[in-house]
């Protein structure tokens, strides 16, 4: 069947890398502006429901809704793009798409959290104390891999 017919890869209704990769854009730059996912529904006028579904990639946002949420969020529609032909090359790379969220350069709602956080650190000398202990800790991760899980306690005592 060709893509005509409807069975395409073009045609999918459901939520691709790019519609997550747009959800998590969208989370962050509203919290940057402080807003909660309530006040952001109402000044698109839908339900703070929709907001969450948008966030979490579970809903797709047309190309008109795209367009007020940039102007909502004083941002300009590319933002929403951002970063993901970086996404898209790394999910080319390794040859399937649904490996791509193991991609360091795609963010996840804890990463977009913690970045937002630091951000909100103004003293410079806590902002490195905070980065040297993350980098420490990802340094330690690689050594962990290697090591047997430990086995789960019995419930018996």
Do not use: C
């Amino acid at each position: 069947m060709s893509t005509a017919e409807g069975s395409g890869p073009l045609e999918t209704k459901n939520p691709t890398l790019a519609d997550q990769h747009v959800g998590r854009k969208l989370r962050w730059r509203r919290q940057e502006l402080n807003l909660s996912q309530q006040e952001l529904a109402d000044r698109l006028g839908v339900t703070f429901q929709q907001i969450q579904k948008y966030e979490r990639g579970a809903n797709r946002v047309s190309a008109g809704r795209l367009f007020d949420l940039a102007q909502v969020l004083e941002t300009r529609i590319a933002y929403f793009y951002d970063g993901l032909d970086v996404v898209s090359a790394a999910a080319a790379r390794r040859g399937a798409a649904e490996d791509a969220a193991e991609f360091t350069g795609q963010l996840d709602r804890e990463s977009v959290d913690l970045l937002i956080a630091f951000q909100k650190i103004e003293d410079p000398e806590v902002r490195k104390a905070i980065l040297a202990s993350v980098k420490k800790q990802a340094r330690q991760i690689p050594a962990a891999k290697g090591r047997a899980k430990p086995k789960a306690r019995s419930s018996r005592s």
